[in-house]
Every structure is written in structure tokens, then in C-alpha cells.
């Protein structure tokens, strides 16, 4: 709905202004998509949705700890606002007290403790009747949902209501443009990028009957709190419970006997046992996987929460401008891909972030190509396709100076050896304030990265061991053609075999999460490509000196942003075989660390 309103809205605006009559017909565009949308979306019912239509007890031990989780957070936003100042500060923290942290650490503490207890009805995730009756829950409902956005949101929020005036300078400058169109319906000369925030921002304060000043505060972080715990709830119920899941052990690595031999025995790895390990499939009521259902549905559940334990990731969408907006999008799409095979809604949602910022929907459409094209077979188009992909982003550049006669970018080969020299690796960094909390907080902020990287190469080197167990399973199934005939029958038949059950698989999959897995790492890889050629082939000459690398810089961030799901793999793998009273105390102090980092500190800290 979003994205029809910002295209809607972007192509009135160069085609002739947004006026109140545009503004009309806007909604009404918006009120039919939503009919639409509901009529298509009308087969979804409670079990779908994660939520069991039979109502359950909720035992008073559930009750108290959400009464004291929006205890703590009430107090916690009342905590801000008492703390509130219009003075210059570089930092937040400079008048928030650090009894805050204890109160966002307790609310924290007290939402993974209903995520944990979940599995026993009535604050969390799925109700009594469906871990009784051994089902795997479908996904994450309201009663989660809901205390973790408000959550995501006091995170987000932080300089928003410490500082009433606005925070940065960037907001202050976009403000006054979206104030200039909501007036007059346009603004010359009209601006060739960033349109797609302002027409959003004008339109829901005619529509809203709210100022434009506040519509743009609370733009990104609100949509932000709702938007990404609701996106990455619907990934992980889908892509975890897939058979084409990298977590997922090799249960069945068989290969049958060739029929001419008269034999139909499978040969099974010593991995089959008929269960994925950590990873149940259904179970009738008192099988003996039903304890291990619940489990599986906790470590879900925290999982889903530790997108929040990433400063790099929430430091964007702690202030509303056209980068962070496009940024969300695109989070929301990345997830979005593999819950929602429709490509008119993907390229919704592609072309809306194009409008908001070219520089973030470039790699949104060039995912969307590279999934287009992953299935198709031919090599040479392929490796074709992603080399004109590398390059768009630095050609898009090249092509922008030559008709912007504010950017004058020009092709210096002679700058690539002199940034390769310039790359450097810390390892593992350490920083000594002699001053343990801080030292560790810092520690922490300072090897985020690495910790990212960690869990991302976690679910790879998995896939990797899965693709070496099943190259395993062909050469054990062209062996046990030997006994049958030549060495060259047996290496066909056994080929002819595996090939055929391999498309069967690819054909019954093509829409399984493996599939779009390649596609984030596929898109990762050439958005690095593109940040190689555009900081050591580009000469960004009309900026400052130390501001030079910082287009090169984004591309880098938009592609680790493709890395997430990746992260969010790793994580719940290494959850879901750690003892939960330790993941409850290692993301507490993760997101609490993380909110600290996520604003400036204070240079003296």
C-alpha cells in the first residue's frame, strides 16, 4: 500500500503537482488496492496467521510478567521524556541517566522470558492446544509481535524524544522541502531523487490532518518498529521449516540401486535417523518429539529478536530521511521475496524505493534480476548477466555526471592500487578506557562486525557440507553400480539416477527458500564487485576529500544488508543448541549494548 502511494504520488508530482484533488484520488487508488488486497488475502485463517482460533488459559505467572513488561515500558518512555533538553549535544547519553539501561535491560529480560515461555500457552507465540498436540507453531502472533514492535520502537525513538527540536542535520533540510510541497503542491526545481519520501510524508499529513514536521519524525521509526519484526516473523516460519533450509541435516542421503539390478534398497547416511537434528517435524499427540516442538519454537522466537542485538542496522532508522526510508524497504523486501513468490508486489516494491533513493533501488532491482535469472540453466548467460549487474551501480554514477552538472565523477584506474594499499584488517579490536563496563560495552561495538560475520559463514559452511554429502552420496551410488556391469555403465547409471532425482527436487523447489538463499549471496557478491570498481576505478572529485569514499561505502553497506538472512540462520542454529537460561542473558546484554551503540556517544566516554 506504502509503495502505490509513493509511486502514485512521485509520478503526479513530475507530471504536474500534488494537490488536494491528486491527494483524493490517491486515496481512493489506495482504498480499492486495499479491497483488493483483502479479497486475495481472504484465505488466510487463524492457523495460517500463527494464532490458535481455540481460546486458551492464560496462567497468572504469564499475566504478571506482561503487566511488569509494560510496566517497564512505560517507564521507560517516561524515563526519556523527563530527560528531555534543547540544548547542542552530540550525544543523547549525555543527559540520560544509566539507571535507563537497567529499565531497557529488565523489559528486554522480561519479552524473551515470554518468547521462552510460549510453548505453554498464553503470552507467547502459540497456544496450549497447538504444542499439545505436537504442531510446529506457523509463525509469530500478535501477542509477541505486539510488545516487540512497541520495543523496537523505545529503541528507535530514543533521540526523538530526547531531543523535541530534531537530531542531525540532513531531517531539517528534507523537512523543509516536504513543507514547501504540502504548501504549494510542488517545489522547482523538482528534485530528480528523494520524491518518494516527500510525496508519502505530504500525503498522510493531508490525509492524517498532522503537521508535516511530525509525519516525518515519526516515519521511519515508527514504520520501522512495525515493519521489521513482522517481516523477519514471516521469513524465519518459512525458510526454517523448508526442505531447502541450509540448516536442515542430511537426513536422506540415499541412493537407489539401479532397477536393472532388481533391487529397490536405499542406502541411508548414518545422518537419517527420520529426524532433522534440532529441527522435529510434526509429531502426533504424545510422540516423544512434542518437548523437543516447544523447544525448536523458542529458539524461533528469540531468533526473531536478535535483529535488534545489530547497531549498524538500527542507527539508520533512528532518524527519518530518504536513505533510512529506502533502506527499510528494501530490509522488507529482502524477507519479503521468500514469503511472496508475486513478482507485481516485489517490483512495487523495487520501483518505490527507486523513487525514494537510486542508490538503494538499483541493488533492490538487481536482486530481483538475479532471482529472475537463477533459474535459468545456461552458464554463459548467467555469468553475462551478473557482469552487466557489477557494473550498473558504477555506470549509473558515470552516467548521472555526465548529465548533473552538480556531480563530476571521472574513470581513475590509477586509484586502485593506492585504495587496495589503503584496506586494512584489525582482527579482533580492543579498547582500554580502564573502565570495565565501558571497555567491555566498546569491545563489544567495536568486533560487531566480526560477530556478524560469524554467524553469516555459520549456515554457509553448512550448505557447503551439505552439497560435500551429497557429492558423498553419488560416489557411494555409482559405486554400488560396479557390481552390475562396467565401471562406465555403473558411472552412467549411477549419474542417470542421481540426475533424475535431482530434478525432481529442483522442480518441486524452485520456489523453496535454498533458491532465494543464492540470490542474497549472489547479490552480496556484486554489490562487493560494484564497491571495488567504484572505489578503486571512480574519482569522486566534487566532494570533500574525507567524504570521497562514502557512496563507495553505502554500496558496502546495502550489501551486507543482503548478508541478514544469512545472520539470522547462523543465529538460530547456534540458539537452538545452547541452553535458553544463556541466550536470555546473552541477548539481554547484546540488545542492551546495542542500544547504546546504535546513537553517538559521548567523546569524553
Known sequence: LLSVIIILGSLF??????????????????????????????????????????????????????????????????????????????????????????????????????????????????????????????????????????????????????????????????????????????????????????????????????????????????????????????????????????????????????????????????????????????????????????????????TILSFLLLPFLLTPFTTTTPYSLALLFLVVLIFHVTCNTKHVTNLLLATAIIFIHPIVGIPAFIFLIVKFFQKIKNRWVLCTVYCVLSIAIPAAFLLASQFSSQIHITFAPQNFWTWLSSLEWHGIYRENRFNAPLDLLYFYGFNIKNIFWFFVLTPLILQIKRWRQSGAVLSSGIADQSGHGSADEAESDGRQAVSERAGRANEAREDAPEWHQKSYLLTFLILLTSYVLMSGFLSFNFLIGYEQADYAKRVLGIAQLFLLPFFLLGIHWWFSRIPRTAVILLLTLGITASLFLAYPQKVDS
Not at 24 to 40: C, D, E, G, R
Not at 189 to 202: D, M, S
Request: hydrophobic content about 45%; glycine content about 8%; overall charge positive.
Open 13 to 302: 508530482f513530475y507530471l504536474s503537482a500534488l494537490t488536494n484533488g491528486v491527494i483524493i484520488f490517491m486515496l481512493a487508488i489506495a482504498l480499492v488496492f486495499v479491497v483488493l488486497k483483502m479479497k486475495s488475502n481472504v484465505h488466510l485463517n487463524a492457523t495460517t496467521l500463527g494464532v490458535d482460533s481455540t481460546p486458551s488459559v492464560c496462567p497468572r505467572t504469564h499475566i504478571t510478567i506482561l503487566i511488569s513488561f509494560f510496566l517497564l515500558l512505560a517507564a521507560a518512555f517516561y524515563f526519556l521524556t523527563t530527560h528531555q533538553t534543547t540544548q547542542a549535544l552530540r550525544s543523547p547519553w549525555e543527559v540520560v541517566p544509566f539507571s535507563f539501561f537497567f529499565i531497557y535491560g529488565g523489559t528486554t529480560l522480561l519479552l524473551l522470558v515470554m518468547s521462552m515461555r510460549g510453548d505453554t500457552g498464553g503470552v507467547g507465540l502459540i497456544t496450549r492446544n497447538a504444542s499439545e498436540h505436537g504442531e510446529v507453531p506457523q509463525g509469530a502472533g500478535p501477542r509477541i509481535l505486539i510488545p516487540l514492535s512497541i520495543l523496537t520502537f523505545l529503541t528507535l525513538s530514543v533521540s526523538l524524544i530526547i531531543f523535541p527540536l530534531g537530531s542531525g542535520f540532513d531531517p531539517f533540510i528534507h523537512q523543509a522541502t516536504e513543507k514547501i510541497i504540502a504548501a504549494t503542491g510542488t517545489i522547482t526545481p523538482k528534485p530528480l531523487y528523494y520524491i518518494g519520501q516527500y510525496t508519502l510524508v505530504v500525503f498522510l499529513s493531508k490525509i492524517l490532518g498532522v503537521s508535516v514536521i511530525w509525519i516525518d519524525k515519526l516515519l521511519v521509526p515508527l514504520l520501522a518498529s512495525i515493519f521489521l519484526p513482522l517481516s523477519i516473523s514471516s521469513w524465519m516460519n518459512r525458510i526454517v521449516r523448508s526442505a531447502g533450509s541450509p540448516l536442515e541435516t542430511i537426513a536422506d542421503a540415499s541412493m537407489e540401486r539401479n532397477e536393472r539390478g532388481g533391487e529397490g534398497k536405499t542406502r541411508l547416511s548414518d545422518a537419517a535417523s527420520g529426524e532433522r537434528k534440532g529441527f522435529p517435524r510434526r509429531a502426533p499427540s504424545g510422540s516423544p518429539t512434542r518437548e523437543r516442538v516447544s523447544m525448536w519454537g523458542s529458539a524461533e522466537r528469540m
